[in-house]
Antibody, heavy 123, light 107 residues
Framework: QLQLQESGPGLVNPSETLSLTCTVS??????????WGWIRQPPGKGLEWIGS???????YYNPSLKSRVTISVDTSKNQFSLKLSSVTAADTAVYYC???????????????WGQGTMVTVSS | EIVLTQSPGTLSLSPGERATLSCRAS??????LAWYQQKPGQAPRLLIY???SRATGIPDRFSGSGSGTDFTLTISRLEPEDFAVYYC?????????FGQGTKLEIK
């Protein structure tokens, strides 16, 4: 059974870079034709798609965050990572890694989610 | 970006009643519309994709309908575990986007 697990610091200083990792178990990132993505949810608010990537290197980012986001993969560890630079309090949110339900689609209905990790931006 | 507007913001019903939740898109999304359920402290769970197809393991009391700009999620007979927040999502346009949510609470 495929499972996703986010990890990373729960507190980040303003203007610094937020870094999170998603570990995939029960399946291989590079052994399938699925994209893998990040979605976030500020406290008490709705969901926002951050971006998705394919293990070969193709990435798609939300234009609202594109200048600050990098998603990368470490296939040897079966992990993918999110980096968000120049963070402010507005980036405080629960960050989820998730997988679209259909192959070869960067944006789709997301059927597998990690449990989420809360990141607070504060000094 | 396509904007999704969900209504009502809060819906107060009793177990056993029928729930009807609405999602309206700012432009046509064809049938590229999904519904999610989210309980406190949990990740969203996919209920419906393609506007009307139930995801794996979702009870048949959940049904989705609509196309174009107007969509409905119906829960035929509410169970205690159905009280949660529900989100719609469109994935025809980039970036994909989510509605602001409808909170389904016990009356």
């Amino acid at each position: 059974q495929l499972q996703l697990q986010e990890s990373g610091p729960g507190l980040v200083n303003p203007s610094e870079t937020l870094s999170l990792t998603c570990t995939v178990s029960g399946g291989s990132i590079s052994g399938t034709t699925y994209y893998w993505g990040w979605i976030r949810q500020p406290p008490g608010k709705g969901l926002e798609w951050i971006g998705s990537f394919y293990y070969s290197g193709t990435t798609y980012y939300n234009p609202s965050l594109k200048s600050r986001v990098t998603i990368s993969v470490d296939t040897s560890k079966n992990q993918f990572s999110l980096k968000l630079s120049s963070v402010t309090a507005a980036d405080t949110a629960v960050y989820y890694c998730a997988r679209p339900s259909r192959t070869l689609r960067a944006q789709d209905a997301f059927d597998i989610w990690g449990q989420g990790t809360m990141v607070t931006v504060s000094s | 970006e396509i904007v999704l507007t969900q209504s009502p913001g809060t819906l107060s019903l009793s177990p056993g009643e029928r729930a009807t939740l609405s999602c309206r898109a700012s432009q046509s999304v064809s049938n590229y519309l999904a519904w999610y359920q989210q309980k406190p402290g949990q990740a969203p769970r996919l209920l419906i994709y393609g506007a009307s197809s139930r995801a794996t393991g979702i009870p048949d009391r959940f049904s989705g309908s609509g196309s174009g700009t107007d969509f409905t999620l119906t829960i035929s007979r509410l169970e205690p575990e159905d009280f949660a927040v529900y989100y719609c999502q469109q994935y025809v346009g980039s970036p994909c986007s989510f509605g602001q949510g409808t909170k389904l609470e016990i009356k």
